[in-house]
C-alpha cells in the first residue's frame, strides 16, 4: 500500500489493538465505539492512548473521524482529543 500511497484507515476496535498504520503521508483514525457500537463514549484515559499514539504516528496530516453519535458521544469526545493533541503539540515546542 505504501509504494501506491494509499492512506490506511485505522480504526478503534475492542478487537484491534490501537496502533497507527500509517501507508501515506496521511493517517485517516476512525472511532465508532469499543462497546455497545454508536452508543460508546471513550473515556478521557481511551483518549489519551489515542493521543498518544496519533501524536507518535509518522503522517505529515491525520484525520480523526468518530461515528460514535448517540446523545452526541463523538462530538465531546472530538472535542477531549483535540484538546489532548493541542496540549501535545504544546510539550512539543517547549
Known amino acids: ?14 478487537r484491534v489493538p490501537p496502533e497507527a498504520v500509517v501507508t501515506s503521508e496521511t493517517a485517516y483514525f476512525r472511532f465508532h465505539g469499543l462497546t455497545g457500537g454508536f452508543r460508546y463514549r471513550y473515556s478521557d484515559d481511551e483518549l489519551k492512548k489515542w493521543a498518544k499514539v496519533i501524536s ?19 462530538v ?3 472535542l477531549k482529543l483535540r ?11 517547549a
Do not use: I, K, P
Open 1 to 14: 500500500m505504501s509504494n501506491h500511497g494509499v492512506v490506511f484507515c485505522v480504526v478503534s476496535s475492542s
Open 83 to 93: 484538546e489532548l493533541l493541542t496540549a501535545d503539540q504544546a510539550n512539543w515546542s
Open 76 to 78: 465531546f469526545n472530538a
Open 56 to 74: 507518535q504516528s509518522t503522517a505529515r496530516e491525520c484525520f480523526v473521524y468518530f461515528n460514535n453519535d448517540y446523545q452526541a458521544h463523538a
